[in-house]
């Protein structure tokens, strides 16, 4: 049971335009939500966040969408830059509603590519 | 302050050896997991542990084994390698400030023959 899915393996766009990344869950107690961003042969980094209080956060040229109704969320990247080539995971606290104790459930994640 | 370090970076092994992947960690977290990375499966959570002595299952824990003998270190064994072992492998830590927020380290890529 894929409870965090992000159906679109990849994403190419161009310089300077922006990038949409989706994410879909079906648990309805997941409160929290995270994107994760990954370059080859290293670890994931943390790249933002958002509370299911909040409907946006933004940070620079980063930001992400909730749509709880929907249980959808997006993050946004303007302008796109080849720098931000990479998979991008976006991620949710596995025990929903209680305590994680850091445990995260990861969607299948999303290739992104900055052409110049 | 290195973060989250891993070693080995790559690994070799035929089935039925056993190996241990290593991770140590040098920002005093109490919360250490492993994950491991497939193609189009995403992360998936093996081993957890909360603190020192305490280690809990994940997801996906068949074939591995974890201890947590201190805060810094958090070994994952492979007792009898498969073939469907063979992927990356990503130890992380996080604060219990800021549980969610995981810190990666590099990976330990494993083929298993």
């Known amino acids: 049971d894929q409870q965090v899915k992000q159906n679109s393996p990849s994403l190419s766009v161009q310089e300077g335009r922006i990038s949409i990344l989706n994410c879909d869950y079906t648990?309805?107690?997941?409160?929290?939500f995270l994107w994760y961003k990954k370059y080859p042969a290293e670890g994931p980094t943390f790249l933002i966040s958002?509370?299911?209080?909040?409907d946006k956060n933004e940070d620079g040229r980063f930001t992400v969408f909730l749509n709880k109704s929907a249980k959808h969320l997006s993050l946004h990247i303007v302008p796109s830059q080849p720098g931000d080539s990479a998979v991008y995971f976006c991620a949710a606290p596995t025990n929903a509603g209680g305590t994680s104790y850091g445990k995260l459930t990861f969607g299948q994640g999303t290739i992104l590519t900055v052409h110049p | 302050n290195a973060g989250v370090t891993q070693t080995p970076k790559f690994q070799v092994l035929k089935t039925g050896q056993s190996m241990t992947l290593q991770c140590a960690q040098d920002m005093n977290h109490e919360y250490m997991s492993w994950y491991r990375q497939d193609p189009g499966m995403g992360l998936r959570l093996i081993h957890y542990s909360v603190g020192a002595g305490i280690t809990d299952q994940g997801e996906v824990p068949n074939g591995y084994n974890v201890s947590r003998s201190t805060t810094e270190d958090f070994p994952l064994r492979l007792l009898s390698a498969a073939p469907s072992q063979t992927s990356v492998y990503f130890c992380?830590?996080?604060?219990?400030?800021?549980?969610?927020?995981?810190?990666f380290g590099p990976g330990t890529r494993l083929l298993v023959l």
């Open positions: 958002i509370s299911s209080i909040k």
């Open positions: 648990n309805s107690m997941f409160d929290y």
């Open positions: 992380a830590s996080s604060s219990t400030t800021r549980q969610e927020t995981q810190y």
